[in-house]
């Protein structure tokens, strides 16, 4: 959406503090054994006693309050009691939400327990790539140069990025124009700009092996085509002339 008046802004302010909440209050709740049911109940809460609503559950009548993945599967998972988690697991939360008729979104991947897997350093990449894009976002500049920066940055590290997932714009709805800020450089779409006082979710994809997504037979989560690991980081952002402001700046990425 585009920021025309101080309600707007305040509005926009007070949902992304509420993802943004409740995202880190889940991620330091999150230990080894838990079900990712558990979790999700415990961020169901957290949201209605800040007066908002499961964005995924309202809009698309996801089964869950907040996609919890886990693992190959990093994107859109299904809350579950027989999801318990292991030490080593790399996790997903993303929390979206509605409040007051404004709508915000952010997400992030960590480890549980130890990095028996060796997966901190994909998961510190897909970080790092993604507030440098936002650090590049004002208005005005092109959002396939966006894409650019994170598809180089990512195989500089030897990653390779989810192609078909990507950023969108968010406000008075979950999924807004300008939509596919995706994460990598597509040289068709030369004409698209980030315009300055819009509102947007920044999100990366950052893979060991793959590079497009597959949906597993729940209809819901997704895992890459040819396997591996995805670490995901998501900001909602206010585009300006210059240095953006990361609405959800309290999730702690």
């Not at 597509?186 to 597959?214: G, L, N, P, Y």
């Amino acid at each position: 959406m585009i920021i025309k008046t101080e309600e707007e802004l305040q509005g926009m302010k007070r949902v992304s503090e509420a993802v943004a909440l409740t995202l880190q209050k889940m991620r330091a709740y999150t230990q080894i054994g838990m079900s990712t049911k558990d979790i999700d109940e415990y961020g169901r809460h957290l949201l209605e006693a800040l007066g908002a609503r499961s964005a995924p559950f309202e809009t698309y009548g996801f089964p869950g309050y907040n996609c919890i993945s886990v693992n190959q599967e990093f994107a859109h998972g299904i809350p579950s009691e027989k999801v318990n988690l292991k030490n080593g697991d790399i996790i997903n939360i993303d929390v979206s939400a509605e409040l007051d008729g404004f709508w915000s979104d952010n997400g992030c991947s960590f480890v549980v327990g130890e990095d028996i897997q060796g997966l901190q350093h994909l998961i510190a990449t897909s970080k790092e790539i993604l507030l440098d894009a936002i650090a590049k976002i004002s208005g005005g500049v092109r959002i396939a140069d966006i894409g650019k920066l994170i598809e180089t940055k990512a195989k500089k590290a030897g990653y390779t990025v989810i192609r078909d997932l990507g950023g969108h714009g968010v406000g008075r709805s979950l999924h807004e124009e300008p939509d596919a800020i995706m994460n990598y450089y597509d040289r068709h779409d030369q004409s698209r700009r980030f315009r300055k006082d819009s509102t947007v979710a920044i999100e990366t994809f950052i893979s060991t092996k793959s590079a497009f997504i597959e949906t597993v037979p729940d209809g819901w989560a997704f895992i890459g085509n040819k396997g591996g690991f995805v670490a995901q980081h998501e900001h909602t952002i206010l585009i300006t002339s210059g240095k953006p402001i990361i609405l959800t700046a309290a999730n702690g990425i």
